[in-house]
T-cell receptor
Framework: QKEVEQDPGPLSVPEGAIVSLNCTYS??????FMWYRQYSRKGPELLMY??SSGNKEDGRFTAQVDKSSKYISLFIRDSQPSDSATYLC???????????WGAGTKLIIKP | SQTIHQWPATLVQPVGSPLSLECTVE??????LYWYRQAAGRGLQLLFY??????ISSEVPQNLSASRPQDRQFILSSKKLLLSDSGFYLC????????????FGPGTRLLVL
């Protein structure tokens, strides 16, 4: 079993829809959680960072962490075609300078 | 602000040829540096990371090597490329402190023929 599971998609939704992207993990020591967005042929860019449990909101993006269920989510409101990209989750226990990555979900927003 | 550079952007090399990819970071000191490889449509595979000059940790056995000759310079090398070395190579840096976030360069697309 992988430490971090993420559905690779593709996930295709119409413009304006609310998008929900998810990752599950097995290591209860993880306490730093990140979402990255990667456009085709580009490096990943940090989208959201959350420490421990709870919600964090930034514009149209909301990140949720449920440590009891070992489950993290990224919600995108009012999705735009420019949101079409691959979204990668990453997490860390903070003990070894490394991030553990999900495989990434390819998101397609249809105009 | 911090900036990370990678070059070249694209590289086509024959099997058996050597490789040298360079990564430099500006605007920070003593960063942790990382080399990742990403196969088409796949996630990120950590190849090497470095916490300081001359300090390299290898995560995956392969015919690649890494070096950190200066604080903000990280080099990925190979003496003889294999077909399986094709992929998208990404360099990343992490600053000090509790935050675990990494920041990525633009990547180098390598095609071995």
């Amino acid at each position: 079993q992988k430490e971090v599971e993420q559905d690779p998609g593709p996930l295709s939704v119409p413009e304006g829809a609310i998008v929900s992207l998810n990752c599950t993990y097995s290591n209860s020591a993880f306490q730093y959680f990140m979402w990255y967005r990667q456009y085709s042929r580009k490096g990943p860019e940090l989208l959201m960072y959350t420490y421990s449990s709870g919600n964090k909101e930034d514009g149209r993006f909301t990140a949720q962490v449920d440590k009891s269920s070992k489950y993290i989510s990224l919600f995108i409101r009012d999705s735009q075609p420019s949101d079409s990209a691959t979204y990668l989750c990453a997490m860390s226990s903070g003990s070894n300078y490394q991030l553990i990555w999900g495989a990434g979900t390819k998101l397609i927003i249809k105009p | 602000s911090q900036t990370i550079h990678q070059w070249p952007a694209t590289l086509v090399q024959p099997v058996g040829s050597p490789l040298s990819l360079e990564c430099t970071v500006e605007g920070t000191s003593n960063p942790n540096l990382y080399w990742y490889r990403q196969a088409a449509g796949r996630g990120l595979q950590l190849l090497f990371y470095s916490v300081g000059i001359g300090q390299i940790s290898s995560e995956v056995p392969q015919n690649l090597s890494a070096s950190r000759p200066q604080d903000r310079q990280f080099i990925l090398s190979s003496k003889k490329l294999l077909l399986s070395d094709s992929g998208f190579y990404l360099c990343a840096w992490r600053g000090g402190g509790q935050k675990e976030t990494q920041y990525f360069g633009p990547g180098t697309r390598l095609l071995v023929l």
